[in-house]
């Protein structure tokens, strides 16, 4: 992780312990809010039974960090093949034969202790696994990436809230209207940042013609617009996949909306009013693209929301964040469940670009109209089936986080992709247009 510079091997190995034990008490209070039953549950064919997740979490960890680092012996190498995402579809996983609520936690219990012993011993001398403590890095973001998927199975369960968090901040400025990015390269990708992943590899240069973006994300105000002009009738406005999904699955509004003389939505657990100044979220790529027509303009490529997140006019130069090279603070985002929603537009001006984009990082992920290719001279590391295996035109690429993302896990670099049909994931979107002259 290039910021801060963590120079000492000691001051490392602290913030190695910090961000494990951050994901460790995240996954323990999603886990430990329900009671067993609903832990064992499925709440949604789409998503595992919470408990799967846990052990998973636990599973992963063990055979990296206590068998490949540590050199230790295996605590439980009969349960890999059950907690190997690739053998089991999540439509499939309540079938196995999982592991107990009691047995998970004594699992990934053991595990961590071993864990902490092997850090204790670690000297991350160079080698590309322990480098800057990489892999250690990638096992913390790797929890806090099924922790945000837990957290979406938590949205889609039934019941009692058991989920608290405080409001979010209210908006401070104004951000209606757009930023014009104008033309020519950047730097796109990392080969710098210790902690980022393989498919954010390598840096290379990319040229970007001029571009005018919105300043913040579209709202739930907004959408209510498009839906008030029937938005979901108007075969015109959607692709011919778009419109076979919107028709097959009988799409009329954001999931989770309901209309009952005014909108509503499920929320953790809670019928509320909807925010009309929060980014929309629950949409899936069809339906922003849908709207982008509806308004006359387009979803950005990949290459256009990095450029708007992370080129500095000034210098020249890439980003780590919208904002610069320092780690996000409660300024500048709306990061790591601190919040059970989007903040309003306008709540960070903190964390805005140099071109004044807002809530780039945080909020909701914003579709892009990219699909998910891997980067001119991309190598696997350490294992294919993070990226390699899901590159080509089934995903589309989508960008900065959300209200669910740790901050350990984002990056202006950070690509995350998903089928475009997808809208349980915390994901809503932003408008670009081509400039003419």
């Known amino acids: 992780m290039t910021q801060p510079p963590l120079e000492r091997t000691e001051s490392l ?3 190695i312990a910090s961000v494990l034990e951050r994901a460790r008490a995240r996954s323990t209070t999603l886990t430990g809010s329900v009671d067993d039953v609903d832990l064992t549950a499925q709440h949604s064919r789409l998503m595992s039974p919470l408990v799967w997740d846990l052990a998973h979490i ?15 012996t295996p605590i439980r190498a009969d349960i890999d093949e059950m907690y190997d995402a690739f053998q089991h579809p999540r439509a499939d996983r309540p079938q196995l034969p999982l592991l107990g609520p009691d047995a998970t936690r004594d699992y990934i219990r053991i595990v961590r202790e071993k864990v902490l012993g092997v ?15 990489f892999v250690f890095g990638m096992v913390a973001q ?32 104004d951000v209606t209207g757009e930023a014009i990015i104008p033309a020519g390269s950047f730097e796109m990708g990392t080969s710098s940042d210790l902690w980022a992943l393989d498919n954010e590899r390598p840096a290379h240069t990319v040229w970007v013609d001029e571009f005018a973006i919105d300043r913040a994300p579209v709202t739930n105000g907004q959408y209510m617009e498009f839906l008030a002009d029937g938005g979901y009738d108007r075969q015109d406005l959607w692709s011919a996949p778009g419109w076979e999904h919107r028709c097959a699955s009988e799409l009329n509004a954001p999931l989770f909306w309901r209309h009952d003389g005014t909108w509503r939505r499920r929320r953790f657990g809670y019928e509320e009013p909807i925010p009309e100044n929060e980014p929309v979220m629950h949409v899936c790529f069809y339906e922003a693209e849908a709207f982008a027509n509806w308004a006359g303009k387009r979803l950005p490529t990949e290459a256009e929301w990095e450029k708007a997140a992370r080129w500095d006019p000034a210098t020249g130069t890439s980003r780590r964040y919208p904002w610069g090279d320092a780690e996000p603070t409660l300024d500048h985002a709306n990061l790591g469940q601190r919040h059970l929603q989007p903040a309003p537009v306008g709540a960070y001006p903190a964390g805005a670009s140099p071109l004044g984009v807002h809530q780039l990082i945080g909020d909701v992920w914003e579709w892009t109209s990219s699909f998910f290719h891997a980067y001119p001279g991309f190598r696997f590391f350490p294992y294919a089936e993070y990226s390699d295996v899901f590159f080509g035109e089934d995903y589309r690429v989508l960008r900065g986080g959300s209200f669910g993302t740790d901050s350990v896990a984002m990056r202006g670099t950070f690509r995350n992709w ?20």
């Open 119 to 133: 850090l204790d011993s670690t000297s991350f001398d160079g080698t590309p696994l322990t480098s800057g403590g």
């Open 142 to 173: 790797h929890e806090q990436q099924h922790a945000e998927t837990m957290l979406a199975t938590h949205q889609l369960r039934r019941g009692a809230p058991v989920l608290t968090a405080p409001n979010p901040p209210t908006a401070d400025v």
């Open 13 to 15: 190995r602290d913030t």
């Open 418 to 437: 998903d089928y475009p049909i997808r809208r349980q994931i915390f994901a809503g979107f932003r408008l670009a247009r081509d400039i003419t002259t």
């Open 58 to 72: 636990g599973n992963q960890e063990e055979q990296w960090l206590v068998r490949t680092v540590g050199e230790r």
